[in-house]
């Protein structure tokens, strides 16, 4: 299928949607990749965590997050629209899958999109969500022509702000009434790299 599908009028005010590219990033530890089927299981296990629960950003109402469905369908839909992807964080040594990463929110236009995260809970403190935020972030802007790349944290959430700490994300302020996590609606932080931070 093309990239590039366009809605209206061929000319003036078109509507570029884009199908959210594929990739795949490594770090010495670590690589990044779009999810299978076969990451299911460890998907599941991974959004059950108590933790993750806490501090998706998803009211309680969404229900569980099935891994099959999130590793399949929902992966395709998000790519297909052109809003995001559903990766793999996966450690090379031992071929574990020890985390998830979504992109979602795109703006094309603007050329914005931003990074959600989720370790599996025997694999936290090890700086691997900020390892992998890092070089997907970097693949993002400096290979596929992203200019900006955001993570919004919910207050409170004082190990996901190390992650953009860590990441060399800047924090630029709250927003008010911005989303959810589980116990209901929240302000969240932003945090950014732009195009220029990394030059
Ligand atoms: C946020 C999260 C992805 C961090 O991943 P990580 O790979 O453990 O990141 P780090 O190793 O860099 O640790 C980040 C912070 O977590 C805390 N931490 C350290 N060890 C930890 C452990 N064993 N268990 C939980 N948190 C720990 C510390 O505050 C650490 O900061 P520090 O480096 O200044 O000590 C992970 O805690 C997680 O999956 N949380 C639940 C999901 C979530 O909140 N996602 C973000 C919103 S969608």
Known sequence: MSSLMTAGVAGRG?????????????????????L?????????????DKQTQRWLPF?????????????????????????????GIVRRED????GCLWT???DWVGRVTEISYAVSPDARGLGIAPEAVDVLALALVLEH???RI???VAPGNTAS????????????????NAGYVHSGRVDLEVWSIVAADLR
């Open 59 to 87: 009211p309680q109402e969404f229900g569980e997050i099935e891994g099959r469905s999130w590793c399949t369908e929902m992966a395709a839909e998000r790519r297909d629209s052109g809003m995001g992807d559903h990766y």
């Open 36 to 48: 299978t089927v076969a990451d299911a299981d460890p998907v599941t296990d991974i959004f059950a």
């Open 150 to 152: 955001e993570l919004r």
């Open 161 to 176: 702000r190390r992650v953009a700490e860590k990441a060399g994300f800047t924090y630029e302020g709250l927003l008010r």
């Open 145 to 147: 022509g992203f200019q």
């Open 14 to 34: 078109n509507l570029a949607i884009r199908r959210f590219p594929t990739l795949t990033v490594q770090t010495p530890r670590l690589d990044v990749r779009p």
């Open 95 to 98: 071929q574990q899958l020890v």
């Open 104 to 106: 979602k929110r795109t």
